[in-house]
Nanobody, 129 residues
Framework: QVQFVESGGGEVQPGGSLNLSCVAS????????VGWFRQAPGKEREGISC????????YYEDSVKGRFTISRDNAKNTVYLQMEDLKPEDTAVYYC??????????????????????WGKGIQVTVSS
């Protein structure tokens, strides 16, 4: 059974930083692109970043570009999202997601392309003064 454990969320003041981790079990991340999504209250879930299985292709949604950094450590079966200069509008539940098939890929221009089959439970990030 594929499961994710997301950690690193919490509450910070504007301008603060957080580093989210997503540790997978029941599968090996090596062969798959991985994405980070978020859902703010009253809004639809949006894809904010993804990374290809090799790490060579990376995508950031415009609102996080220059502030967030995605990375992966396949040896630890973990994907990270380093978030800097956080803003109140970054407040949301953050999820990592994984496809079942290697045909889903991370496009640097479009984000994750293809089906996503596995989702973490999500972790709350609150940015407030």
């Amino acid at each position: 059974q594929v499961q994710f454990v997301e950690s690193g969320g919490g509450e910070v003041q504007p301008g603060g930083s957080l580093n989210l981790s997503c540790v997978a079990s029941g599968t090996t991340l090596d062969y798959y692109a991985v994405g980070w999504f978020r859902q703010a209250p009253g809004k639809e879930r949006e894809g904010i970043s993804c990374i290809s299985m090799s790490g060579s292709n990376i995508y950031y949604e415009d609102s996080v570009k220059g502030r967030f950094t995605i990375s992966r450590d396949n040896a630890k079966n973990t994907v990270y999202l380093q978030m800097e200069d956080l803003k109140p509008e970054d407040t949301a539940v953050y999820y990592c997601a994984l496809p079942r098939s290697a045909t889903t890929y991370c496009s640097g221009a479009r984000g994750l392309v293809g089906d996503l089959d596995y989702w973490g439970k999500g972790i709350q990030v609150t940015v407030s003064s």
